[in-house]
């Protein structure tokens, strides 16, 4: 269907349209208008990333003249995937009707591991050793020596593509990851490459969020994105912890054994080439002293990671002459390791500022702030002198310069914690030292200053006005829409009790009561009863579920739940999970049903939907509060209570209620769906938990509802069961339409639907 919002003309790719799309659409439009950045809370199952392709197209196409690119970043694979076929639905739609104007080049980016076609290389098994095994082949010094001597292997998909030269171009249109590799296969040419090359000229971007604020990789991938772009990142819950991992380091026992090796190696090459090339090393000498850390535009192939610090933040001067030299550099990183071994020799939690710490390293291994800055630049150019092509030999001591490069850069909003054991395991010595950042607005704050629009999207974004302040910024719309339902498809419930009056609650005190535990598998055994295919039940972490699992199977609870449905369950282990998963959602298939034991925080709580019969309970067993001992999360609260006045109380319980609601919103992914909700813990019904949880859920949960014992959760279970095998309108009654068509579209003048849509 095509209408307008204004002046332009959106073009939508589907007969009708939801009444909450319409409204997403003139928000995001707003904010397009007002060249500033928005918060859009939208629930799941209603459409967004159609709604959002839709618009931010059609917004370009109707301002020729200044043409915008659209930068969309997701979490997983599976969701960029997704995306793209949306987008490609909606770019046939627009060629359509606006013949070959709507022409657009749209592609998703990822690494080397999900694009690259040469068998060789990709039968690694990680990401580390697919990046290396490309340079090996590729890396200039090698195809340079492959010239004279043609025993040396190089990749024949990379040769190809640099003798197209510019000739290597993708024609407009819209390209998955499968089929760029498949349009690099047909040509014989190296996807990975050709997607490198062709991101600054595509109208449209699909690519994981650390391509843009992880400094590492943006600044190779994203430093030639124009301004003009719209950024929009999706499912954006956790937005601020993905900033803050982007720009925290951890170091172990095991990375500075391993940083000693890399250091053994790096000296055996300088040596050889001493004997063999001095010319190399001297050039190399030469260059940093006029101040030049990396020769000019090296190769693409020859690219290593990025600066660990941002952009802003990096020294624009020459290398300090104590690490000019070679083997000057290798002796300043033999001291920076040998002293950091020193300080995890430690029986005691210490915390230091990095102003402190980098004052105590420069006393005690002489080594000064501004040498630490430069760490990172000058390994990453000896490592191209000494033509290194096994990087993945070399993440310790990438993962030692890191460190090195943050703490001399940044003085405020970080810490160094240094933690001799892991407290959940006290008996096993296991040191850590760990930069950690505290403040999500340093990683994304270039993104706000350099791009045009960013939007923040996702299903649960409650309480909203969190977010500006966790972010430090100003958004020009902020927003949340609430689901137009032509019948109430979602039940959630909050069980305060069991059958025999006893609070349920995952609380330090009461979660390893024998009559809590005894309760919470009642509750379940009552569910798997009446509810029929698939339930997911989620945990507050690993240990709980293990721990919780173990009680039941010894009362011979978990063998009466049996009888009914097969359990599956979530193991840390991906292979196992994927596995599990599979033989759940057969089961659910053959009519059998299942359930499924899962964690929140976990994969499954983030990235699998169980849409349909898949998922018609959920039960949140507990709140997922983080672990509140943390000394990383306790530095964190201290942090954002001084600088952003927010109190450690209100972030732990937004904390865990967004990760409640992102678990539970996995059961309804469409309106024609239908599941229910139960929050499993008397804590749900305070007023203060309950109100941080997203209004599309809050809408539809009842006073009634509110404080359950297991029977009477048995009996509205019941109900509503009953209530959804009914057949209903899909389009909604005249009163209250959920299902808008073009004509409806076209009668319904600007006035009558805005006032719908709110």
Not at 390 to 416: M, P
Not at 419 to 428: A, K, L, T, V
Not at 434 to 442: I, P, W, Y
Not at 607 to 613: E, K, M, V
Request: with cysteine; net charge neutral; aromatic share 8%.
């Amino acid at each position: 269907m095509k209408f307008q919002i204004e002046d332009v003309t959106v073009y939508f790719p589907y007969d009708h349209i939801y009444p909450e799309q319409y409204s997403y659409m003139i928000e995001l439009k707003r904010t397009l208008d007002a060249k500033g950045h928005c918060l859009l809370e939208m629930p799941t199952g209603t459409g967004k990333t159609i709604a959002l392709l839709s618009l931010i197209t059609s917004y370009s196409l109707s301002k020729p003249q200044s043409p915008m690119k659209l930068i969309y970043c997701t979490r997983t694979v599976h969701e960029m995937e997704k995306t793209l076929a949306e987008l490609k639905i909606l770019h046939n739609y627009q060629i359509k009707h606006l013949g070959p104007q709507a022409r657009i080049l749209a592609m998703g980016l990822s690494s080397r591991k999900n694009l690259c076609v040469n068998p060789t290389v990709v039968a690694a098994e990680n990401r580390d050793s697919v990046d290396a095994g490309c340079r090996k082949l590729t890396a200039s010094w090698v195809r340079a020596l492959a010239e004279e001597n043609t025993d040396v292997t190089t990749c024949e998909f990379f040769e190809s593509y640099e003798k197209a030269a510019s000739a290597a171009v993708l024609p407009p249109g819209v390209y998955t990851l499968q089929e760029l590799r498949a349009f690099g296969k047909e040509k014989g040419w190296c996807p990975y490459f050709l997607a490198r090359h062709m991101v600054q000229f595509a109208n449209v971007v699909v690519y994981s969020y650390q391509y843009l604020l992880d400094p590492k990789v943006a600044g190779i991938i994203s430093k030639e994105m124009q301004k003009e772009s719209v950024v929009v990142f999706d499912e954006a819950h956790n937005i601020d912890n993905v900033c803050i991992e982007a720009l925290s380091v951890s170091v172990r026992r095991q990375t500075l054994e391993g940083a000693t090796r890399n250091l053994s190696r790096i000296s055996q090459e300088i040596d050889r080439f001493k004997a063999t090339d001095t010319s190399i090393l001297r050039a190399e000498y030469n260059r940093l002293v006029e101040g030049l850390v990396l020769g000019g535009n090296l190769p693409i192939t020859d690219n290593w990671l990025s600066n660990p610090a941002l952009p802003d933040d990096i020294l624009k001067e020459a290398v300090p002459g104590n690490i000019r030299r070679a083997e000057h550099f290798l002796h300043v990183l033999r001291r920076l390791v040998q002293y950091l071994s020193g300080r995890l020799d430690t029986e005691n939690v210490e915390k230091e500022s990095p102003v402190g710490f980098v004052a105590s390293i420069s006393s005690h291994a002489g080594i000064d702030q501004k040498t630490l800055k430069f760490c990172y630049d000058r390994l990453h150019s000896l490592m191209l002198t000494l033509e290194i092509t096994d990087t993945d030999e070399f993440l310790h001591i990438q993962t030692i310069c890191d460190f090195a490069t943050l703490v001399g850069t940044y003085g405020r909003g970080f810490s160094t914690i240094i933690e001799p054991f892991d407290e959940r395991m006290p008996h096993i010595p296991d040191p850590v030292l760990q930069l950690s950042c505290h403040d999500a607005s340093l990683a994304i704050k270039p993104v706000f200053d350099r791009f045009q629009s960013v939007v923040i999207t996702s299903g649960t974004l409650s309480p909203i006005d969190l977010y500006p302040r966790l972010l430090n910024f100003h958004p020009v719309v902020s927003r949340s829409f609430t689901m137009s339902l032509t019948r109430d498809c979602i039940c959630p419930m909050v069980l305060t009790r069991g059958s025999d009056q006893l609070p349920v609650s995952t609380k330090f005190d009461m979660r390893s009561d024998p009559g809590v535990v005894r309760n919470y598998g009642k509750l379940l055994l009552e569910m798997v009863s009446v509810v029929p295919d698939g339930i997911v039940c989620f945990f507050v972490s690993y240990s709980y579920m293990d721990g919780i699992i173990n009680t039941w199977n010894d009362s011979g609870i978990l063998k009466e739940i049996m009888q009914h449905k097969l359990v599956f369950i979530e193991t840390q282990d991906v292979v196992e999970t994927t596995l599990a998963l599979d033989n759940y959602r057969r089961a659910c298939d053959c009519g059998r049903g299942a359930v499924f034991f899962s964690v929140a925080r976990g994969k499954v709580a983030e990235g699998i939907d169980f849409d349909q019969h898949y998922g018609r309970l959920v039960i949140m067993i507990g709140v997922p509060f983080q672990y509140t001992l943390s000394k990383i999360l306790l530095a964190r609260l201290e942090y954002l209570r001084d600088t952003f006045q927010i109190k450690e109380g209100d972030f732990l319980t937004f904390d865990a209620l967004r990760q409640a609601a992102q678990c539970v919103g996995r059961v309804i992914r469409s309106k024609a769906d239908y599941g229910m909700m139960i929050f499993a813990d008397k804590r749900y019904s305070r007023h203060d938990k309950r109100s941080k949880l997203p209004s599309w859920i809050l809408s539809h949960l009842q006073d009634a509802n509110l404080n359950l014992s297991t029977d009477m959760a048995l009996h509205i279970a019941r109900e509503f069961l009953k209530k959804m095998a009914q057949p209903y309108d899909k389009t909604g009654s005249s009163d209250k339409k959920t299902l808008l068509s073009q004509e409806e579209m076209e009668k319904l003048g600007d006035g009558s639907m805005h006032e719908m849509s709110y």
